[in-house]
């Protein structure tokens, strides 16, 4: 069956780094487009960022764009997001998701296609 496991989630301070990994496994990945979705407390959830099948393309929610980096390793069946200058708001669990949308979609993909996520909290 699909698998996706989300792990690098952590504690970091306000202008840190941490690094998510996404295992996946169950469906061919390397045909697939990914998404990186989030949850904070108390809100509803919030597409991240996206990248396509090969990796060559990429696209980001503009709350992250310019910290945040996708990347993808077909080889491993292995997504990640290296996320950097971490602000108190980018306090959330985060999922990574398979792409059921087009291209251009920031719609965040029903939860039957998340993983179990990783918690990131941004604290001083």
């Known amino acids: 069956q699909v698998q996706l496991v989300e792990s690098g989630g952590g504690l970091a301070q306000p202008g840190g780094s941490l690094r998510l990994s996404c295992a996946a496994s169950g469906f061919a990945f390397n045909i697939h487009d990914m998404n990186w979705v989030r949850q904070a407390p108390g809100k509803g959830p919030e597409w991240v960022s996206r990248i396509n099948s090969s990796g060559s393309s990429t696209r980001y929610a503009d709350s992250v764009k310019g910290r945040f980096t996708v990347s993808r390793d077909n080889a491993k069946n292995t997504l990640y997001l290296q996320m950097n200058s971490l602000k108190f708001e980018d306090t959330a669990l985060y999922y990574c998701?398979?792409?059921?949308?087009?291209?251009?979609?920031?719609?965040?993909?029903?939860?039957?296609?998340w993983g179990q996520g990783t918690q990131v909290t941004v604290s001083s």
């Open positions: 998701t398979r792409n059921p949308y087009p291209w251009t979609s920031s719609a965040v993909p029903p939860r039957g296609f």
